[in-house]
């Protein structure tokens, strides 16, 4: 009887090998060269921890640009871009990229459809790198009211990345004015509640009043997601951000699926 379990235990490894999914792969990159942001190491924590929670990704954490790129690496078990089904950039300033490592990153995204995920200031970056700024949707422009008690309208719930969340919803943190940005080029998930902050603040430069707060688009093949949010420690640890994040990289993975489809503009509320 024993043997005989045994044999139907060996023959069943393959078939549960099968069910169970490879885990995805998640390159974060936390470098930083202009504004430190103390929230770096526990946004990048973060996606670590949800993916071992939903055992959906395996997180590789690294606070340099050297995985960027497509060259095999020679130092021992050196990964490279190859190995990874997308990538997360919390960062600031001009990072240390040649000419080559860009080029194998807009690849990787643009021509092989992986994911790219820009957390925060992840706009702050690249300034000098135009094709980096096609890709996120635009670059910040300032934080006119700085950290306060954001008010956040959801104008797309259908998105799973939002569906969780009510209308409107406050979050204290600092959200970000961008530049070069253009709403038809996205398909924006929440923006700022104009109706209900100081639009005659002197940092204010959008003349459209549209500030947006996360969005999704397309880079050629590949799927971006992109957030002002995150800027507090604390904003990790809501469960609605942890929904949307975790929602956010399961569709840069590709393991749901939805489009990213621009939109117009909804009314203001009240």
């Known amino acids: ?12 490894l393959p078939l549960l090998a099968q069910q169970q999914p490879q885990r995805k792969k998640l390159l974060v990159i936390g470098e930083v060269k202009g504004f430190q942001h103390d929230a770096v190491s526990h946004a990048m924590a973060s996606l670590e921890r949800w993916g071992k929670e939903t055992g959906l990704w395996d997180t590789y954490i690294r606070t340099d640009p050297q995985l960027i790129t497509k060259q095999k690496l020679t130092a021992g078990n050196a990964k490279n871009l190859n190995y990874f089904d ?15 490592q860009k080029t194998d990153l807009l690849t990787f995204v643009r021509e092989e459809g992986k994911g790219f995920i820009a957390m925060h200031s992840a706009g702050d970056t690249f300034y000098k790198w135009p094709e980096y700024g096609e890709m996120v949707g635009g670059w910040f422009d300032s934080h006119p009211w700085n950290t306060f008690q954001a008010p956040i309208i959801v104008e797309d719930r259908e998105s799973p ?14 959200i970000y004015q961008y530049k070069n940005f253009s709403r038809d080029k996205v398909r924006v998930l929440m923006r700022l509640n104009e109706n209900k902050i100081d639009l005659k603040n002197k940092n204010v430069r959008r003349t459209d009043n549209d500030f947006a707060v996360a969005w999704m688009k397309p880079f050629g093949k590949g799927r971006v997601f992109a957030t002002t949010l995150g800027h507090r420690e604390e904003v990790y640890d809501m469960a609605e951000i942890r929904t949307m994040y975790i929602e956010a990289v399961k569709l840069v993975l590709r393991l749901t699926d939805d489009h990213t489809n621009s939109h117009p503009k909804p009314g203001g509320s009240d």
């Open 86 to 100: 997308a990538v997360a950039f919390y960062t600031t300033g001009e990072l240390p990229l040649d000419d080559q």
């Open 1 to 12: 009887m024993r043997a005989f379990l045994a044999v139907t235990a060996l023959l069943c």
């Open 161 to 174: 990345i939002t569906r969780h969340l009510p209308n409107e919803i406050v979050v204290h943190d600092e």
